[in-house]
């Protein structure tokens, strides 16, 4: 539940004028951060989730969402309402600090994925869902860079549409699209070539 001193910033902004709940809770917070506590309150649990995906243990995963809402916090005044969901916002900084931290410690990234994801994927390159097929797959997006890898993961992993992709990545939706398709279409051979290697 959000404090009382929220609900009431929120009641004034959200009265007064077009500003959707969201919306008028960021920008009480950015008049008083100690209203951020119920932003905090209400995407920890799926901030957390995205950053246990990508790393390999919840330990980890709890100090880093940590700092992507101390950054979030502290950055908080630069953020503007251009009509994308706050979320989008917290995911970026999330794969920023994420990133950081990989360069920083040469820490290697965790691949957590559930067998549906595989079998959206190899769908989605037009061949036969069968087991070897996906650790073909499987193989493939291990190797991928990071960049192309987080886009895969975002679509295919978290089912996110092209235009938060986009917000999040900071890129324009038809190169979100283009760049997707293009990993897709190197995702494909390479797939092939490790069946034929027996992988």
Same mark, same amino acid.
């Given at each position: 539940?959000?404090?009382?001193?929220?609900?009431?910033?929120?009641?004034?902004?959200?009265?007064?004028?077009?500003?959707?709940?969201?919306?008028?809770?960021?920008?009480?917070?950015?008049?008083?951060? /100690?209203?951020?506590?119920?932003?905090?309150?209400?995407?920890?649990? /799926?901030?957390?989730?995205?950053?246990?995906?990508?790393?390999?243990? @919840?330990?980890?995963?709890?100090?880093?969402?940590? /700092?992507?809402?101390?950054?979030?916090? =502290?950055?908080?005044?630069?953020?503007?309402?251009?009509?994308? #969901?706050?979320?989008?916002?917290?995911?970026?900084?999330?794969?920023?600090?994420?990133?950081?931290?990989?360069?920083?410690?040469?820490?290697?990234?965790?691949?957590?994925?559930?067998? @549906?994801?595989?079998?959206?994927?190899?769908?989605?390159?037009?061949? #036969?869902?069968?087991?070897?097929?996906?650790?073909?797959?499987?193989?493939?997006?291990?190797?991928?860079?990071?960049?192309?890898?987080? =886009?895969?993961?975002?679509?295919?992993?978290?089912?996110? #549409?092209? @235009?938060?992709?986009?917000?999040?990545?900071?890129?324009?939706?038809?190169?979100?699209?283009?760049?997707?398709?293009?990993?897709?279409?190197?995702?494909? #051979?390479?797939?092939? @070539?490790?069946?034929?290697?027996?992988?």
């Amino acid at each position: 539940m959000q404090p009382i001193e929220a609900r009431t910033a929120m009641q004034e902004l959200s009265g007064s004028t077009n500003y959707s709940r969201e919306e008028a809770l960021i920008l009480a917070a950015q008049k008083d951060l /100690q209203l951020f506590s119920a932003l905090y309150e209400k995407y920890y649990g /799926q901030i957390l989730k995205f950053v246990y995906q990508r790393v390999t243990t @919840k330990e980890d995963a709890c100090d880093i969402t940590q /700092q992507i809402f101390l950054q979030a916090m =502290l950055s908080l005044h630069k953020y503007e309402i251009r009509g994308f #969901p706050f979320s989008s916002w917290l995911y970026r900084i999330a794969l920023n600090e994420m990133n950081q931290l990989f360069r920083k410690n040469k820490k290697q990234r965790g691949i957590n994925l559930e067998e @549906k994801h595989l079998k959206t994927i190899v769908e989605e390159l037009g061949e #036969p869902g069968d087991e070897e097929r996906e650790n073909a797959v499987l193989a493939v997006l291990a190797g991928l860079q990071e960049e192309d890898f987080q =886009l895969v993961e975002m679509r295919f992993f978290e089912y996110r #549409p092209f @235009k938060e992709i986009a917000e999040i990545l900071n890129i324009s939706e038809a190169n979100a699209k283009m760049r997707l398709y293009r990993i897709l279409e190197k995702i494909k #051979p390479m797939a092939e @070539k490790n069946l034929k290697k027996g992988l």
